[in-house]
């Protein structure tokens, strides 16, 4: 697992990575894997109540 990018917001860190899923804790110590096959993310970031992750080929990933 190599993790590329943490963001925090609304009480919860989502953590993405190259060869990795996304990530999400609400205390930073116990981690749940809520997308297995995200990978190819580079970076997250929060604004504005949403989630954003990008990756390989251009991929935009957004939170509900």
Same mark, same amino acid.
């Given at each position: 697992m190599c993790? %590329?990018?943490v963001a925090y917001?609304?009480?919860t860190f989502v953590a993405v990575g190259n060869f990795?899923?996304?990530l999400t804790?609400?205390?930073g110590?116990?981690?749940l894997? %809520?997308?297995?096959?995200a990978t190819g993310l580079f970076a997250v970031g929060f604004g504005d109540g949403?989630?954003?992750?990008v990756g390989?080929?251009?991929?935009i990933l957004t939170s509900p």
């Amino acid at each position: 697992m190599c993790l %590329r990018g943490v963001a925090y917001g609304d009480g919860t860190f989502v953590a993405v990575g190259n060869f990795s899923p996304i990530l999400t804790s609400t205390d930073g110590t116990e981690w749940l894997v %809520r997308i297995p096959g995200a990978t190819g993310l580079f970076a997250v970031g929060f604004g504005d109540g949403v989630f954003v992750a990008v990756g390989l080929g251009g991929i935009i990933l957004t939170s509900p």
